[in-house]
């Protein structure tokens, strides 16, 4: 395939099929069966090709654009921008710290440049709305106006009301101004993270799924498609390229899993090629493929229970035994239940009265001490309890190590202000941060060690945690620290770092603990 002037030149074996679609495309010459022709090269035309599922289409953005920015696109961002300008309808599984936002910058600004798109709304998490996007736009697009929707409500709308060309706004603000979006002119939207939209029966799908038409391009954007189950590629599907799909989430669950028991499914064996059909078009880099990043090191680092917590733990043990009888246990009570091993485990428990219950944790403590002090740079500790943050906070300023800490609670403005500062300044040394807050689209690589001070139930949550510091930009090699100190601290990081088979679930764990 060849491009000459404005024709493209490709070879075929139907060119009826080729010209069913594209009239003016001409047959020049035939070898046998197969038959060259040439098609007239715009972007409408290399798009009905791309749909033909025709190989290697290049799209005009390599010939037209100019990549603008602070910044030259990598090659798998050129051939990513590329690929979405090809596919009004489409999914970006780029790993995470591959640079996919800039590539879907690029590719954006492209088609507002040849007026093939008119606005773009960048649904994105609260976290990553100025850290990342916003940032990012500066830096890929400076041109470009651009709105972070936040903050009151009337405020949100007369940000969006404006003409800003790209709109920023996090998942749920969405909600809030709904009937502003809807007028808005968004002809492009841009879901980031957009495992937050594999269950179709939430409300926050159903509203994406109302505000956007036939008309309207959508790109979505995840490193980790499907990391829970199978059935999350049926949400992101039906949202994003419904003919993919039955509608019926329940037959696309039987033809992907298949039960073990009343409560229990797991994956059949053919359930990852039938979950690569389902999301296309798709196009996907690892790291491995396309940035020379140094190793990662993952360490397992025990932390003892105290005498304390050792028999509070046999405690609640005995009350989940107790609770769950004879009978197989649900998923109902499965989260309460492991949040409070894992609260105890970290030091600090909600008790039925609302009040904490702190507990002795020196052990772990010292242990967070010890990985601080072998680091050869800035340090990422990611702890899922408020008030296990705050013990953290209070021990190692009073070690004297520069430490700042961001939770839920913490504001946008703020946050952005201590990830920068963090990535920028000689201190903090420490950044300790609730998972949520800090797990999508966040560049890190000030640090190179990252402590787990408990795990998370989350297997998508801890993969992006971790990619914060292996990222374009890391120039040294990067620790991995899994903290343990009880049985279902060790079997949790097994199954998050992939060391269980893949359809070991939240809930067979829990068996296995209270056995």
């Not at 010209?19 to 047959?27: A, E, G, L, T």
């Not at 072998?374 to 906070?393: G, M, R, S």
Request: overall charge positive; some cysteine.
């Amino acid at each position: 395939m060849q491009v000459i002037d404005n024709t493209l030149i490709l070879r075929t074996r139907n060119p009826q099929k080729i010209q069913s679609k594209i009239p003016d495309s001409d047959v020049v010459r035939v070898d046998e069966d197969i038959y060259t022709m040439a098609v007239g090269w715009d972007l409408s035309t290399a798009q009905q090709l791309a749909r033909l599922q025709m190989k290697n289409i290049p799209s005009p953005i390599m010939r037209d654009y100019e990549w603008s920015g602070l910044h030259a696109p990598m090659t798998h961002q050129k051939t990513t921008a590329e690929f979405l300008t090809l596919n009004p309808r489409a999914f970006c599984f780029n790993e995470q710290g591959t640079g996919k936002t800039g590539a879907a910058i690029w590719a954006s600004d492209y088609l507002l440049s040849e007026g093939y798109r008119q606005r773009v709304l960048i649904i994105c998490p609260l976290s990553i709305m100025k850290s990342a996007w916003q940032a990012d736009l500066f830096k890929f697009a400076p041109h470009r106006t651009v709105g972070v929707a936040h903050g009151a409500k009337e405020k949100r709308k007369e940000i969006i009301a404006n003409d800003y060309e790209y709109i920023i706004i996090n998942y749920d603000g969405v909600n809030v101004v709904k009937d502003v979006i809807a007028k808005g002119g968004f002809d492009l939207v841009i879901i980031d993270e957009a495992n937050a939209y594999k269950n179709c029966t939430t409300n926050r799908w159903k509203l994406i799924n109302k505000l956007v038409t036939l008309n309207t391009w959508m790109w979505m954007l995840t490193g980790t498609p499907a990391a829970q189950s199978p059935l999350d590629a049926h949400g992101l599907a039906k949202l994003c390229v419904p003919n993919n799909v039955t509608p019926s989430k329940m037959r696309f669950k039987d033809a992907v899993m298949y039960p073990v028991s009343k409560f229990k499914w797991i994956a059949k064996p053919n359930a990852q090629d039938v979950v690569h059909k389902t999301l296309q078009p798709a196009i996907r880099f690892t790291k491995e493929q396309c940035l020379d990043l140094p190793e990662v090191t993952y360490v397992d680092r025990e932390a003892p229970l105290t005498l304390q917590q050792k028999h509070y733990y046999k405690i609640l043990r005995e009350e989940f035994i107790m609770e769950a009888g004879d009978e197989h246990v649900t998923s109902a009570n499965v989260a309460v239940n492991m949040s409070k091993l894992l609260q105890l485990s970290g030091g600090a428990v909600y008790s039925n009265s609302g009040n904490i219950v702190q507990f002795d944790v020196s052990n772990r403590l010292k242990v967070v001490k010890e990985v601080i002090d072998e680091a050869t740079a800035k340090v990422l500790i990611f702890a899922p309890f408020k008030h296990t943050i705050d013990i953290l906070y209070q021990y190692l300023n009073k070690e004297g190590i520069s430490t700042e800490y961001i939770t839920g609670e913490v504001s946008l403005n703020k946050r952005t202000k201590l990830f920068d500062d963090f990535q920028v300044l000689p201190e903090p040394r420490v950044l300790v941060i609730q998972p949520q807050a800090a797990a999508h689209g966040i560049t890190l690589t000030a640090a190179n060690t990252i402590i787990w001070y408990s795990p998370i139930t989350s297997t998508e949550t801890y993969l992006q945690a971790n990619a914060r510091i292996n990222r374009k930009g890391q120039k040294n090699a990067m620790t991995i620290v899994n903290i343990e100190g009880s049985a279902v601290e060790r079997k949790l990081y097994r199954l998050l770092s992939g060391r269980l088979e893949a359809h070991i679930k939240l809930l067979d764990l829990y068996e296995e603990i209270i056995k």
